[in-house]
């Protein structure tokens, strides 16, 4: 296990210094000079130059890239060339509707689709596990963006029972902050959903057809109770790497649908800051949510070689 | 074969494809024709789907942006296998060594990127357009299709055929191209459909967000974009183009899910 987790640290690491160097020279080859944006265009090429030192910008691009490196690493992502404010703070406040939008829809998957792919497989071939694999086909074929106006127009137009965007904020209780959370993450989760109840069916009917579930049987075991003592905890392995997985398409998704609800969320700040050339914010945004991405990714890897033993020793 | 899915999924993306392609000779009206009298009509006999907010007929603005989805996630899957499939033929014939580790690497440093980041990336830099969509959403399929083909021909390089080849003195190349690439021909396709389905929500959500294809030229996601702000005056608004995407997705992995089960015989026995 040890040499199984230090191969994949290296790796770990060496993913993030290349993805860093990608977003880092991707970015930098931006045209336009982000000092004379902020300036205007009647600025002074004194004033320019001296902003342009200001923000570090008249350094080689080696050396701003090791600086902007090392800055990360310490918790440092710059200033704002737009808010003159740390970019650090900016993402911190921003995370904190990101984050839980994007763990209470993670919540909400898992609830919709662990009773109904557990529904699905225990009755294959019925007319529930028809009707719940028909909504999953519709589930994923449902943009969650527009999924988010469809409820926009149901629950906050027709009905009021909650707002059509805005995020209520931390200050206002945690009541009235989920419930401005509630529609986002109801539209973020519902592809998630529909894909983990069919990862859910498959792998309980993988591991219905097993030697120790007729042996669970034999022993007089109900095929309900067969089901959730045994078949369940087997079939976890694939649909926890499913979860895992699905953490950077909430990410994504959340970039959206913060967008639908006027949510002030790390998506917003992106385009906002791609809006206003802000290019600092965006490169620091990006490798954050790449490194979010990479980091569940390499947490999901490690949890399935500790459940399977077999994978440790796997080439890949 | 599995014709209750592939049916409805076939004639679903016909119905897609026939708008788009009956949209290159004929649409009930012209995209472009500014109808401010006649803004915001419900549908009727005149405006099969009503109109928008500028008058244009939403029914020939659906056709004609079935034309930029399809576009843009049939290039994107092109780019996909166009670089995706060689990198994964050559990492299997070059299995173990640095060459596919290399790859295999490569690939999961783009894993890393989520389409979306790439997509702003590539707007960070170039401005939006139809163009960074598909070279966003392009770039994303390139480790699927390279991980589907290193994975689907590993096994084959053992198997006697490959051997027999080899004893008749073809290079890794010839047997890549000439006896792998045949073999995992289905594989690709039911991926290709899949990734095609992708597609259309991917262009769909950058359009949305306004970093695909830009106005005049209409696309679903903005649409859907513009309907936003009207949704109480005029909810058909937002239906529609929503509608139709949900048709195309639905209709493309109804196909593809029939297609895996008729092509693969061993899906064909368990479903």
């Known amino acids: 296990m040890l040499r199984y987790l230090v191969r994949r640290v290296v790796s770990l ?4 210094l290349v993805a860093s160097l990608i977003v880092f020279v991707v970015i930098e080859v931006v045209p336009g000079d982000p000092a004379s944006y902020m300036l205007g265009m009647n600025a002074q090429p004194d004033t320019v130059a001296a902003l342009r030192a200001e923000l570090g910008l008249d350094q080689s691009k080696p050396a701003r890239y090791i600086s902007w490196l090392t800055g990360m690493l310490q918790g440092d992502f710059g200033q704002s060339y737009t808010y003159k404010t740390p970019v650090a703070d900016m993402v911190q406040d921003r995370l904190w509707i990101s984050l839980p939008l994007s763990l209470y829809a993670l919540a909400l998957s898992v609830f919709i689709a662990f009773p109904a792919g557990i529904l699905a497989a225990s009755r294959r071939g019925g007319v529930s596990d028809t009707a719940v694999m028909g909504f999953t086909q519709l589930g994923i074929a449902v943009p969650n963006f527009w999924f988010a106006l469809l409820l926009v127009l149901l629950f906050a137009v027709k009905l009021g029972w909650f707002s059509a965007g805005g995020f209520a904020g931390w200050e206002s209780g945690v009541f009235q902050a ?16 529909a894909i983990l109840t069919r990862v859910m069916r498959s792998a309980l009917l993988d591991v219905l057809g097993e030697d120790f579930m007729r042996t669970a049987r034999a022993k007089g075991l109900s095929a309900r109770q067969a089901l959730l003592r045994h078949a369940l905890r087997n079939a976890m392995i694939p649909v926890l790497t499913i979860i895992g997985l699905q953490f950077s398409f909430l990410i994504a998704g959340a970039i959206i649908i913060e967008n639908v609800f006027f949510l002030p969320g790390l998506g917003r700040l992106i385009f906002q800051s791609i809006a206003q050339r802000d290019l600092i914010v965006v490169e620091s945004v990006v490798m954050l949510l790449v490194f979010a ?13 500790w459940v399977d033993p077999r994978l440790r020793h796997a080439h890949r | 074969m599995k014709l209750q899915t592939v049916l409805p999924g076939a004639l679903l993306v016909l119905l897609v494809l026939a708008g788009a392609l009956l949209s290159y000779v004929w649409t009930p009206f012209e995209v472009t024709t500014l109808d401010i009298r006649n803004k915001l009509d419900t549908p009727g006999a005149t405006h099969w789907l009503g109109t928008d907010h500028l008058g244009r007929d939403i029914l020939s603005m659906l056709m004609v942006g079935a034309r930029t989805s399809i576009a843009v996630a049939l290039v994107a899957v092109g780019i996909g296998m166009g670089v995706g499939v060689p990198l994964g033929l050559l990492a299997a014939a070059q299995r173990q060594s640095w060459v596919d580790e290399l790859i295999m690497r490569g690939n999961d440093l783009v894993f890393a990127f989520p389409a979306l980041l790439i997509a702003i990336m590539i707007t960070a830099v170039f401005g939006p357009g139809a163009v960074n969509a598909i070279i966003a959403i392009g770039i994303f399929n390139i480790p699927v299709f390279a991980r589907l083909t290193r994975g689907a021909t590993l096994s084959l390089w053992t198997r006697e055929f490959v051997l027999a080849a080899r004893v008749a003195g073809k290079g890794a190349l010839r047997i890549s191209v000439e006896h792998l690439l045949p073999n995992i021909t289905n594989l690709l396709i039911v991926q290709g459909t899949i990734q095609f389905s992708l597609g259309i929500l991917a ?10 294809a830009q106005p005049p030229i209409p696309s679903w996601g903005r649409m859907l974009a513009d309907s936003q702000t009207l949704i109480t005056l005029a909810p058909h608004l937002a239906l529609f183009p929503g509608l139709a995407i949900v048709i195309t997705v639905l209709g493309l992995n109804l196909l593809g899910d029939g297609l895996r089960d008729w092509l693969d015989p061993r899906l064909r026995r368990e479903r």
């Open chain 2, 203 to 212: 262009e769909a959500g950058l359009s949305y967000v306004g970093l695909g």
């Open chain 1, 293 to 305: 991405v990479v980091m569940v990714t390499f947490l999901v890897d490690l949890a399935y070689a």
């Open chain 1, 178 to 193: 989920m419930k401005s959370l509630t529609l986002p993450a109801i539209a973020l989760a519902l592809p998630q959903a």
């Open chain 1, 13 to 16: 690491l060496a993913t993030l």
